[in-house]
């Protein structure tokens, strides 16, 4: 009678524990499956009022919250991120202590702890989380999320540095030059490509020529058989986007005359597009080129 009444308590401990066991489990999952995770059926604060006690504390790394700031929290981040969900992938229970390994996903859309989002990209990161649970409230939590990596995964690549990216295109063309490499140049030439030279319409190849037909039979040819630098010496270059600007001083040989001209400013203005020279606007000193060519 005795072992059988020993029994029946042993059982009512073990059925009483099994069940206050369960709803401590309940709520564990509660944190993560209802408050945590973005949902329809309820909100942050609904699901805390049910699991978390009065004076619980949720700990990590920067700080302490209360419940109350929790759930401030926990609702800026569910407008942020509107699929934010929270995967328990394993609890170990040890007493009153829960340790809980997850995986959290999202895509955020807006400013993500100072990185911008516009959508395009998710996160997905481990957290590690210990509650200390007594009758189906959390007391506390101490946790653990790796959002530095989530903040690698959100980051938008930078945008192309256009202004260098026609500089370079630029001095490319400007070095093919230079050099007569006539293939190097002609493949940086855009198919819609404007030369504009202004001055004295007696030279044969004042402008402007457009196209890169047009240039490559008629400019180059007029201005080869013409004109012949003899110094070239840039002393300033910038871009801004799709434009860049040259100066320097120069002089320049007629071959009609032989006559040289003095040494002069120029200024260039070059655009680029999708890679391509597009216009090639020269500034120079005309009358003294027109001079030179007229032998005067």
Known sequence: ???????????????????????????????????????????????????????????????SKTKEQLVGQLGFFWNL??????????????????VVRSIATGTPKGDFMGTPANGSKSFKIMTIDIHTVKDG???????????????????????????????????AFMEAMGKGDMEKLV???????????????AMPWIGPWEGKKVILEKFMPAFGANFKTIKWEPSDALSSDDTAAFFG?????????????SEFTYALRVKVKDGKIILWNWFEDSYAVSKAFHGK
Do not use: C
């Not at 940086?188 to 504009?196: G, K, N, Q, R």
């Open 1 to 63: 009678m005795k072992a059988t009444l020993i029994a029946i308590a042993l059982l009512t401990l073990t059925t009483v524990g099994n069940a206050k066991g369960k709803a401590d489990e309940q709520s564990v999952r509660a944190f993560y499956e209802k408050a945590l995770t973005v949902n329809n059926e309820t909100t942050p604060a609904q699901v805390f009022d049910g699991i978390l006690a009065s004076g619980y504390v949720s700990n990590g790394s920067s700080g």
């Open 81 to 98: 991120v509107p699929d934010l969900k929270w995967e328990i992938q394993e609890i170990i229970n040890t007493k009153d202590r829960y």
């Open 137 to 171: 409230k959390i007391q506390q939590t101490y946790h653990v999320e790796d959002w530095m990596t989530a903040i690698g995964q959100l980051t938008l690549p930078k945008p192309k540095d256009i202004s260098q990216e026609t500089m370079n295109t630029a001095m």
């Open 187 to 201: 493949s940086l030439m855009h198919d819609d490509m404007v030369w504009h030279n202004e001055g004295d319409k």
């Open 249 to 261: 001083r120069m002089i320049g040989e007629l071959t009609s005359t032989n006559e040289q001209t």
